[in-house]
């Protein structure tokens, strides 16, 4: 079946812009993860959504970071005011309920700031 | 807080050697472990998960081992070849996040020559 899709595969902004990024989990998975890969660092823990229980937002930087997510299915997350250090790939992941459920990722989202 | 961290950060071996790639962590209070390799420029690719009562897991030429008392993993490979040439990750997830987010290591640089 298809796996966890996300889009734009690239943007490039500027500045101070806001940017949308959206994730397509795989069908049926309720949990769904979104991380972070800057330029030569590990991957880090942004936000969390299971079901439709409150998201664990615990790894956002900053208040200009959100993410939204309709039911079980898309989601998107936001960066308002755009910084150059917010540039770096950004992975989203899913897998079914419970803790011992691999996770499966999308090809990211490579988000440059000028 | 937990931290995961890889041995070597690069290793670089000729096809057709068998090789060992080394993951540890500081909490063992882990549900499961999970090794992804990373293609440039690509998503992750989900290889192998170790629940925290399971010991080893294989698929094919690669076969990953668990000791969660000691903080460890291995990931063998058998007979390299040049197509395994990627970042390999390990993740864990810990039984005291609200989620199942993972905690992710450096990753290890792996390339086969022909």
């Known amino acids: 079946g298809a796996g966890v899709s996300q889009s734009p595969s690239n943007k490039v902004t500027e500045k101070g812009k806001d940017v949308e990024l959206r994730c397509d989990p795989i069908?049926?998975?309720?949990?769904l993860y979104w991380y972070r890969q800057r330029l030569g660092q590990g991957l880090e823990f942004l936000i969390y959504?299971?079901?439709?229980?409150?998201?664990?937002k615990s790894g956002l930087p900053s208040d200009r970071f959100s993410a939204e997510r309709t039911g079980e299915s898309v989601s998107t997350l936001t960066i308002q005011r755009t910084q150059q250090e917010d540039s770096a790939v950004y992975l989203c992941?899913?897998?079914?309920?419970?803790?011992?459920?691999?996770?499966?990722f999308g090809p990211g989202t490579r988000l440059t700031v000028l | 807080k937990q931290e995961v961290t890889q041995i070597p950060a690069a290793l670089s071996v000729p096809e057709g050697e068998n090789l060992v790639l080394n993951c540890s962590f500081t909490?063992?209070?882990?549900?499961?472990l999970q090794w992804f390799r990373q293609d440039p420029g690509k998503g992750l690719t989900s290889l192998l998960l170790?629940?925290?009562?399971?010991r080893e897991q294989t698929s094919g030429r690669l076969n990953a081992s668990l000791d969660k008392s000691s903080g460890r993993s291995t990931l063998y490979i058998a007979a390299s070849q040049p197509g395994d040439s990627a970042t390999y990750l390990c993740?864990?997830?810990?039984?005291?996040?609200?989620?199942?987010?993972?905690?992710f290591g450096g990753g290890t640089r792996l390339m086969v020559k022909p």
């Open positions: 992941a899913s897998s079914l309920e419970g803790y011992y459920n691999e996770q499966f």
């Open positions: 069908s049926g998975h309720t949990a």
């Open positions: 959504f299971q079901g439709n229980s409150a998201p664990d």
């Open positions: 909490d063992s209070a882990i549900y499961n």
């Open positions: 170790i629940q925290s009562s399971q």
């Open positions: 993740a864990v997830s810990l039984f005291n996040n609200a989620g199942n987010m993972l905690t």
